[in-house]
């Protein structure tokens, strides 16, 4: 948290600034606060109110008789006590919602639409982790026999994963036989994770023993998977942007995107949180961001299967905008993930 010790109107001046700064990218000087803002007090008046939040530190003067600019810390400040909430338009949330209903009902399709609703949204980039569960569950199976000696086993997990595993019986069955025994283990395991499974301590013959074997090894090696299939958008958005017109701003972007560990780490302080997380300029972590401004929510069912989602652009950032429109497809695509649960 940050320090709290500002008067109402030294709080004023910096909300002006920070939104003001977030729309024109340039200084804001006390004549411009004076003439745009309802503060009713003279411009030395404004002058000294920016000097007291500069010597603070929320506030910095990037040239001599230019106006000021909010620092990492006044943003902070901002977004923890000065921002307000504010809901997506319902002319967005309906755009959003029709197009998810003409997508199909595909796990992918929701991850691109996403993606690019994001970053159209906020006029930013966006980057998307497909969920992925903390424990696998068992929903259906099926046997198929290919030769008498020889079966597939297709195996359904909860949230649509589909694996297959061809392996030999220990003495032929016919198809009547294969597709009774998957339904009683369907029956009996749906739902249940790896362990649950192993432990159901139901009565096995020595080709259910044998299924049941393949079921657990295939749900161990989805367990110990640890990274998922990332989505991303509107690269060429943050091009326009004036912060990111040299080389080291687009880079920090890039490998905020690109780089699979530095998206799990980015991905594993969504996790860590319910709700919307803000990032600005790497926040002491990451001194590889100090030009970047993220905004981060995870989406899913909790303690079950979960993805993150994001914005991603520059510390000067409108984030009360993007927060709403983070905050609406989390919540969009944590309905549709838990549709396919139910």
């Given at each position: 948290m940050v320090n709290l010790g500002l008067t109402e109107r030294q709080q004023k001046v910096l909300r002006f600034i920070v939104q003001r700064h977030v729309v024109s990218a340039v200084p804001v000087s006390s004549k411009y606060i004076t003439g745009g803002s309802d503060l009713g007090v003279s411009s030395a008046t404004i002058r000294n109110e920016m000097a007291a939040l500069e010597e603070m530190g929320y506030l910095m003067q990037p040239h001599t008789s230019a106006g000021r600019v909010p620092t990492e810390l006044g943003y902070r400040y901002f977004v923890e006590r000065l921002m307000e909430k504010v809901d997506l338009s319902h002319s967005d949330q309906r755009m959003i919602t029709?197009?998810?209903?003409?997508?199909?009902?595909?796990?992918?399709?929701?991850?691109?639409?996403?993606?690019?609703?994001?970053?159209?949204?906020?006029?930013?980039?966006?980057?998307?982790?497909?969920?992925?569960?903390?424990?696998?569950?068992?929903?259906?199976?099926?046997?198929?026999?290919?030769?008498?000696?020889?079966?597939?086993?297709?195996?359904?997990?909860?949230?649509?994963?589909?694996?297959?595993?061809?392996?030999?019986?220990?003495?032929?069955?016919?198809?009547?036989?294969?597709?009774?025994?998957?339904?009683?283990?369907?029956?009996?395991?749906?739902?249940?994770?790896?362990?649950?499974?192993?432990?159901?301590?139901?009565?096995?013959?020595?080709?259910?023993?044998?299924?049941?074997?393949v079921i657990i090894d295939t749900m161990r090696r989805i367990d110990t998977r640890r990274s998922s299939d990332v989505y991303h958008d509107g690269l060429l958005n943050i091009l326009n942007q004036p912060e990111f017109k040299d080389r080291e701003g687009i880079q920090q972007i890039i490998r905020a995107i690109d780089e699979r560990q530095f998206v799990e780490q980015l991905v594993s302080e969504a996790l860590q949180h319910g709700g919307v997380q803000i990032i600005i300029g790497g926040e002491g972590k990451w001194e590889e961001l100090s030009?970047?401004?993220?905004?981060?929510?995870?989406?899913?069912?909790?303690?079950?299967?979960?993805?993150?989602?994001?914005?991603?652009?520059?510390?000067?950032m409108p984030y009360e905008r993007t927060v709403s429109v983070v905050r609406y497809v989390s919540r969009l695509m944590s309905d549709l993930i838990s549709d396919l649960y139910m």
């Open positions: 029709h197009q998810f209903h003409q997508a199909r009902l595909e796990i992918d399709q929701w991850l691109r639409l996403s993606a690019a609703v994001l970053a159209h949204l906020s006029s930013n980039a966006s980057l998307v982790t497909a969920p992925k569960s903390l424990r696998c569950r068992l929903k259906h199976l099926e046997l198929i026999s290919i030769r008498d000696d020889i079966a597939l086993l297709i195996l359904v997990l909860q949230g649509g994963t589909l694996k297959q595993q061809i392996f030999t019986l220990y003495s032929p069955l016919d198809q009547d036989q294969l597709s009774m025994l998957a339904r009683r283990l369907s029956n009996r395991w749906k739902g249940l994770d790896v362990d649950e499974v192993a432990e159901s301590g139901i009565p096995l013959d020595e080709i259910a023993l044998k299924v049941s074997q030009e970047v401004g993220i905004v981060l929510a995870r989406y899913g069912i909790d303690d079950r299967i979960v993805g993150a989602m994001g914005v991603l652009g520059p510390v000067r």
